[in-house]
């Protein structure tokens, strides 16, 4: 019939659909946003090995180490031998320490005693009043002992032979007890050192001296 309009032809197109381009702003967003989580990743890390290197120095400043003990001169004097009824040696040693402290705290030590030995054997102790050390610090100090009859036999003949020689070689243990200060706390410390020591009796001094704690 004429003047009808299809009904296709009456329906209009609907405009094809085409996804919206992503905006530049949100790729600056995100890349800004790595670089910021990156960047505190870094500082966070290097903060973190700062505390630790930080501490680990206060750690080696601040934690208490044996003081130093080193025997500056050993002194033969009255040396007298005996004959009879078995061969013996009376002398006397004194013999000059020196007490090193290398920590950040005072030491007071209460006494001190040395094991002087010959060939293996025992010849006797010198021992010695307790002192002070300040922080970073040395002390000297004395100490004799009278021995009287050494029967150490049969090297009481080598000792007769090497004080006339002019030589003696000795073996020390050195052990002190004292307290390190730390403001008002104290805390007990003991250190023990072994030193192997040639003496020149001329000249009274110490030819060799080779120590090691114990």
């Known amino acids: 019939m004429?003047?009808?309009?299809?009904?296709?032809?009456?329906?209009?197109?609907?405009?094809?659909?085409?996804?919206?381009?992503?905006?530049?702003?949100?790729?600056?967003?995100?890349?800004?946003?790595?670089s910021y989580s990156s960047f505190t990743?870094?500082?966070?890390?290097?903060?973190?090995?700062?505390?630790?290197?930080?501490?680990?120095?206060?750690?080696?400043?601040?934690?208490?180490?044996d003081p130093r003990i080193k025997i500056e001169r050993v002194k033969i004097s009255h040396v007298h031998v005996h004959r009879r009824p078995v061969p013996s040696i009376d002398m006397t040693l004194l013999v000059t320490l020196k007490v090193s402290n290398a920590d950040v705290y005072s030491f007071d030590f209460t006494d001190l005693d040395v094991t002087i030995d010959y060939r293996g054997k025992t010849l006797g102790h010198v021992s010695s009043d307790g002192g002070h050390?300040?922080?970073?610090?040395?002390?000297?100090?004395?100490?004799?002992?009278?021995?009287?009859?050494?029967?150490v036999f049969p090297d009481v003949i080598h000792l007769i032979h090497d004080l006339a020689k002019g030589s003696v070689e000795f073996d020390t243990v050195t052990v002190t007890n004292g307290k390190l200060g730390v403001l008002f706390f104290r805390f007990p410390l003991k250190a023990k050192v072994a030193c192997g020591i040639l003496v020149n009796t001329v000249n009274q001094t110490i030819s060799r001296q080779s120590c090691s704690p114990l």
Do not use: C, M
């Not at 309009?5 to 919206?20: C, G, I, Q």
């Open 2 to 34: 004429t003047g009808e309009e299809d009904p296709k032809a009456a329906t209009p197109s609907l405009p094809d659909y085409k996804p919206l381009p992503s905006s530049s702003h949100d790729q600056n967003d995100a890349v800004l946003i790595s």
């Open 133 to 151: 050390v300040t922080a970073f610090g040395s002390s000297y100090l004395d100490a004799e002992a009278e021995l009287d009859g050494v029967t």
């Open 41 to 65: 990743s870094r500082r966070r890390f290097i903060i973190s090995i700062f505390l630790i290197s930080f501490a680990s120095i206060l750690i080696y400043i601040f934690w208490p180490s």
